[in-house]
């Protein structure tokens, strides 16, 4: 099968579709579409995991839509999370870092309690709760990227995430030196 895959929307380099398989509890094969010059990446479908295909109930896809869906991503322009991070402004990053730490403290998203990521988490879970942008007994769900922005408004909330960015780009660093 031919399929037209756009050139890369960032750098212009040839696009080219994946499968990578993983050997996790059984092989698994990922599917996505990756720029063979800057690395953008869409995020990778495999047929093990239930996906919601365009709004349905949940249910893992053939071989087939996950390709087709990879594909679909790569000409819509939408990017995995490492890609989209790459090409913010610090702004943009400013923002999104202090909605998905959001997400962390109000969805109780998976993080090592203690680390620096759930501190820094719940303390700004705190201030929106102080602020009344965030009520749990409201039940309501929550845009969080409107929170964030909201919240940011706040110098110190802006320094404590970035703060944290340092933080965790030096712990990277770190880490791609060897002395992680
Ligand atoms: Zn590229």
Redesign the pocket.
Known sequence: MKIDLKP?P????IAKGHIKTVESFKKIHNYYVV?T????STERYDTEFAYSINGKRFRPMTKKEAAEKAVCDWNNGIFDTKTRLLHMTEQEKILWHTADLLKVAWHGVNVLVGSLRWETAWKLRKMAEERKLLCLSSGKDYDLEVVADELLHDDTVRCIVCNYLEEIRNSQEDSANGNG
Do not use: F, L
């Not at 960032?10 to 380099?13: F, N, P, T």
């Open positions: 890369c960032y750098c212009g380099g720029c010059k800057c690395g953008a």
